[in-house]
């Protein structure tokens, strides 16, 4: 095939379902999974008041929780739903697999910021993301059942964990960026060729709040002298 061929493709060319296929699959895993998603809704609002415990204990369960929604989601819904129709969304899934082991390596290497993380404002953009984002793909959909849970569906999973750049220690972070970035750029293809624009709004709430956690992360501590 040569150059000019490749030239004559466009972005939709490489999706080959519609946005009714796309978002029946929210429905789909949230019927599956009834009840245990009921799991992902404590966890996603447990992890904040983890935080606001200040304990070290607390602080390292929260972030192990944060490393087992990265991998359910990439595993259960990109590899298992998602990857069937979407081979890149394959590649994305074991990216969120390793992306909730690197998590956990880095949580378990180091300690993690308690007492110079801002943790109000923490928990505010956390209960923000994990609260209004899962409403997105009902709002496309048109069915309550396609609400997008933390640790569930990768989008809203991605977005809260993109403040986590404030909890990872020293050059483990800029490990753990490069995924936000790319599935942020991959999210708003997907969402513009289909033309779900409120899904639109994950990708972008995906880097804003991974600014906001590097914006958050506690400065080394200085000297007066």
Do not use: H
């Amino acid at each position: 095939m040569s150059g000019a061929d490749w030239l004559s493709y466009s972005l939709q060319d490489f999706v080959m379902f519609g946005p009714q296929v796309f978002l029946r699959l929210f429905v789909r895993i949230n019927q599956d999974l009834w009840p245990w998603q009921l799991l992902a809704v404590v966890a996603a609002f447990g992890i904040p008041a983890l935080f606001l415990s200040q304990g070290e204990r607390a602080r390292r369960l929260a972030v192990g929780l944060m490393a087992l929604a990265w991998a359910t989601s990439g595993y259960g819904f990109l590899v298992g739903y998602f990857g069937p129709i979407n081979w890149p969304a394959t590649w994305f899934g074991w990216a969120f697999v390793a992306q909730g082991a690197l998590l956990a390596v880095a949580a378990l290497s180091g300690r993690v910021p308690g007492s110079r993380l801002p943790v109000g404002k923490f928990a505010v953009l956390w209960l923000l993301a994990v609260s209004g984002l899962p409403w997105l793909a009902m709002a496309d959909s048109g069915q309550w059942e396609a609400v997008a849970l933390f640790g569930i569906a990768p989008g809203t999973t991605a977005a809260a964990g993109a403040l986590v750049v404030a909890l990872i220690p020293g050059p483990w972070r800029w490990f753990y960026l490069p995924l936000l970035v790319l599935w942020s750029l991959f999210c708003a293809a997907i969402s513009w060729v289909l033309q779900t624009w409120w899904l639109l709004v994950t990708p972008i709430a995906t880097l804003l709040l991974a600014g906001a956690g590097l914006w958050l992360s506690p400065r080394p501590a200085r000297s007066p002298d």
